[in-house]
């Protein structure tokens, strides 16, 4: 049973650092490629991040690009989101999601476009000072 827990959120002040965890299960990350989500209220749902399994390529969203850093741990099959640099477009539910047939584009498509899709249940993030 594939299973992703996403974790490290909570409050960062503008201009800060945020590293978010993903620890998945029922799954090996030598083989799924993984992204990270988020929507924030009153938003649709976006794609912010993205690691391939084969070749560790990312990909990332332009808002993003230049201060984030998406990686994968093989042995603790849990892949990090960094965010640096906290902006107001930052705060949303951050999900971390994979799927069977899913890979990662500068389209940033949700998992569930390619097919059978695992979602976490998210985490939290909010910027204030």
């Known amino acids: 049973q594939v299973q992703l827990v996403e974790s490290g959120g909570g409050l960062v002040q503008p201009g800060g650092s945020l590293r978010l965890s993903c620890a998945t299960s029922?799954?090996?990350?030598?083989?799924?490629?993984i992204g990270w989500f988020r929507q924030a209220p009153g938003r649709e749902r976006e794609g912010v991040a993205c690691?391939?399994?084969?070749?560790?390529?990312?990909y990332y969203k332009d808002s993003v690009k230049g201060r984030s850093t998406i990686s994968s741990d093989a042995v603790t099959n849990t892949v990090y989101l960094e965010i640096r640099n906290a902006k107001p477009d930052d705060p949303a539910v951050y999900y971390c999601?994979?799927?069977?047939?899913?890979?990662?584009?500068?389209?940033?498509?949700?998992?569930?476009?390619?097919?059978?899709?695992?979602w976490g249940k998210g985490t939290l993030v909010t910027v204030s000072s």
């Open positions: 690691i391939m399994s084969n070749d560790h390529s990312t």
């Open positions: 999601a994979t799927g069977t047939l899913y890979y990662c584009s500068d389209n940033h498509r949700d998992p569930d476009y390619y097919g059978t899709a695992y």
């Open positions: 029922g799954l090996s990350l030598e083989y799924y490629n």
